[in-house]
């Protein structure tokens, strides 16, 4: 009996281990952690969601497309679907599909790669009115992600006189609203100054009225 009880002891004491193990790291430490969330960082703890008069228009960590809905894939892709009267988003290779980030991992001297730069290049340069040479790498690049939300200052500056022709509105009140929305390098010195661009249209469309 003895023997009994010594050899069945170690797994007594490795479910109870178990049991308590899942409890406290299984439910009541997620609970915690939710709670906390919810109670002090709820927008973030959300997934950043992005509202107009109470409903969500998207994640200010999602890019996503303010081209044609009914477009095709090459035309959106090249921003030939590109709609006017708002700003546009970074390029994306994985079609700004949240359950798909991907990206196109082509090399600097890939044919596809190319063709697709000189394809954004003529497209932008035609929209916005500017010299192909000056267009900011990233409206014409895609991001690791694909679902980038950002783009440069200098891509949303870029796209101002177009979007204040296409509103009626005055290119300065444009070019004021991209001021307000320029973030700067995280904690000073990280990164590059970047605008978002859900934000921006967000607000773009309260001052379109």
Known sequence: MATSRGFSRPYWVALRYMLVATAVLGIAYPVAVLGVGQLALPAQANGSPVTVDGQTVGSSLIGQSFADPSADADAASTGDAALPEWFQSRPSAANYDSSASVASNYGPENPDFIAAIEARKSAISKADGVDPASIPVDALTTSGSGLDPHISPDYAYEQ???????????????TALVGRFVQGRDLGYLGEPTVNVLQLNVALSQLAG
């Open 160 to 174: 101002v006189n177009r979007i204040a022709d296409a509103r009626g509105l005055a290119a300065s009140d444009v």
